[in-house]
């Protein structure tokens, strides 16, 4: 897809490349990406969208439908949800924040109209009424210090910012991934809403030189090195689980939602049949997998990357989902356009994972481990 600059807040600052109504880039994503490490820029998140929940019941109502204890939840306290079918698989994934008088969900654009309309289906006589914010507030993000350059909004005296919970594990929650230390931990992140007015002043301000910026690449290569999971990495099938995502989205002990019992039974008596790792991909060949790329052993196809990404440290990196038996130690390959290369597989969720298993605590690997290129 060519660039499309038209019309976009931040099209004028120097070297700002603009697609998909998104700052992608600012002509160095490697650089974007240290910066946004270091915590000196911070990134306009055009990949993302508001819906607000205002009402009296709106924090008991959330907390009825998914997978999150939020009826306790303290005005400027982050936290996150998710929302499942009968079956227990991932249909959505919100970012949560209330002022006291509303609840902020943040959201994957493409996820924003789906949620919003089966979230108005489920009001019955509730005292709630979910809109689309997304004209009203836009999502800013970065390392809490960088973000001091920005004025969030605070309609209720309460500044909307979501600090990331990942990796911590939330009360109620349950961490797989047993890799000391987590890549996680060293990821501090935020996101602030904005109102339209401070998002143009900091557009001003970027291509006066006063405030640096990175584009969403380079925020989401920093995502991918974490293990941080978001929606666009699930698909029809997935469960919470597979992904990790107990950590920081799923109460287990909260009470009824749809698609608790599923959660519950396979934490406790069994284990998720899939389960996502990260890959540390043969950098010789300069090519990403595109997100729904074949991972195989040999020619039995194990999986499929869910994102990738050139990571400034790392090199090229991909999460993916595989099957439950793939081995630990098998010699993976991902398919690219270019053709195969190879991957070398690092555990997130082991192959022990659920029934409430004793994982083994494993090292992080100290430095990249070279892909064993096929033969």
């Not at 920005?150 to 990331?164: E, I, K, R, S, Y």
């Not at 698909?235 to 920081?248: A, I």
């Not at 994102?307 to 989902?321: C, D, F, N």
Request: proline residues 8%; hydrophobic residues 45%.
């Amino acid at each position: 897809m060519e660039p499309d600059n038209t019309d976009h807040t931040f099209s004028a600052v120097p070297g700002a490349v603009v697609s998909g109504g998104m700052l992608q880039h600012l002509g160095n994503p490697l650089g974007e990406q240290r910066a946004l490490a270091q915590g000196s820029a911070i990134v306009p998140l055009g990949d993302r969208a508001v819906l607000a929940v205002p009402g009296e019941d709106r924090l008991s109502w959330l907390d009825s439908l998914t997978s999150q204890a939020l009826t306790q939840l303290k005005p400027g306290e982050s936290t996150e949800l998710l929302l499942l079918d009968p079956q227990g698989r991932l249909q959505h994934a919100a970012a949560v924040l209330d002022d006291g008088a509303t609840t902020w969900l943040i959201v994957d654009r493409e996820d924003a109209a789906p949620l919003l309309e089966w979230l108005r289906r489920m009001r019955f006589r509730l005292r709630v009424d979910p809109r689309d914010a997304s004209d009203e507030l836009r999502v800013v993000g970065g390392a809490p210090a960088a973000l001091a350059v920005v004025t969030a909004d605070a309609p209720n005296g309460v500044p909307l910012v979501w600090n990331d919970p990942w990796p911590a594990v939330a009360v109620g929650g349950w961490a797989y991934s047993a890799v000391d230390p987590h890549p996680g931990a060293g990821r501090a992140w935020a996101e602030a809403l904005v109102t339209p007015a401070e998002e143009a002043r900091l557009s001003r301000a970027a291509a006066a030189g006063e405030v640096t910026l990175a584009g969403v690449v380079a925020a989401d290569a920093l995502r991918i090195a974490a293990w941080r999971p978001r929606r666009s990495d699930a698909d029809e099938r997935t469960l919470p689980h597979e992904l990790d995502w107990l950590r920081t989205s799923v109460h287990l002990s909260k009470g009824c939602y749809r698609g608790q019992e599923t959660v519950a039974k396979v934490h406790n008596l069994g284990h998720p049949p899939r389960r996502i790792v990260s890959l540390q991909l043969d950098g010789s060949a300069s090519v990403l997998p595109e997100p729904g790329a074949e991972v195989r052993i040999g020619d039995d196809v194990v999986g499929a990357v869910t994102s990738s990404a050139l990571h400034y440290e790392e090199g090229p990196i991909a999460l993916a989902v595989v099957r439950r038996s793939t081995p630990i130690d098998a010699d993976l390959v991902v398919e690219t356009p270019d053709g195969e290369i190879a991957a070398a597989q690092e555990v997130i969720v082991p192959p022990e994972a659920g029934a409430t298993a004793n994982v083994p605590r494993l090292t992080r690997l100290s430095r990249r481990k070279a892909a064993t290129p096929p033969v």
